[in-house]
């Protein structure tokens, strides 16, 4: 039994790439014997050895170019002169490829009140991402994105920022406005427009904006 279905999945397969591989002229259409005596398939007669050869041919061709094509690409990457001669800017990293910690970092350790914070915040956008993606989900408001997975993202470059920065931001980085002391209601004020948005109810949902905290208003078009 297990013998025949793996020879049913074996001729689905080889039906299913037919079109694609005649389409790119490579190989012939197979044809199929009727002597199979499984009522779900029939059987690849001799036929058809040319196609599935060209099939598996052009199935490792294809895996070779993209082979290729990724180290040509991380070659380019780690170069330290792009097609213009110009220097790459270096990258700034503490931690290896291994997560240990940099020998030659100039990494300061924070303080424990500087790493509590950022924690903390870290879980507030959390749970208010959770809380108001079910308030949208409910219909009580148009429009709702989440930070989920990026919120040290937010915190940490909100943290190495001085509030004196002006941030640009798109509309998964409502943790640089937390960081920076937009309250809880603040987000409430915008997300449903009331009388207490600083936007007046102008900007869709998430479309934060606060000139006290530096933050231009989100807009839409990310480009």
Not at 9 to 22: E, V
Request: net charge positive.
């Amino acid at each position: 039994m297990a013998s025949s279905w793996s020879l049913i999945k074996r001729s689905r397969t080889l039906i299913h790439h037919k079109k694609k591989l005649a389409f790119l002229g490579i190989g012939s259409a197979p044809t199929f014997s009727s002597s199979s005596s499984s009522p779900f398939m029939k059987r690849p007669c001799a036929a058809s050895a040319p196609y599935i050869n060209n099939h598996f041919r052009f199935l490792r061709r294809f895996e070779s170019t993209k082979a290729e094509a990724a180290q040509l690409e991380l070659q380019h990457y780690v170069t330290d002169d792009d097609d213009n001669n110009q220097k790459r800017v270096p990258c700034y990293r503490v931690l290896d490829d291994n997560g240990m910690p940099m020998k030659y970092s100039n990494y300061v350790q924070i303080s424990k009140e500087m790493a509590v914070k950022m924690y903390s915040d870290m879980v507030t956008l959390q749970t208010m991402d959770s809380i108001f993606y079910e308030v949208q989900r409910q219909g009580r408001i148009s429009f709702y994105l989440t930070s989920m997975g990026e919120e040290a993202v937010n915190i940490a470059s909100a943290a190495a920022l001085s509030f004196d920065d002006v941030i640009l931001p798109q509309y998964r980085e409502p943790g640089v406005l937390l960081w920076r002391g937009f309250t809880l209601q603040q987000f409430v004020d915008q997300l449903f427009g009331n009388t207490s948005d600083l936007g007046k109810g102008r900007q869709m949902p998430i479309h934060y904006g606060s000139n006290k905290h530096n933050y231009f208003t989100v807009s839409s078009p990310i480009a």
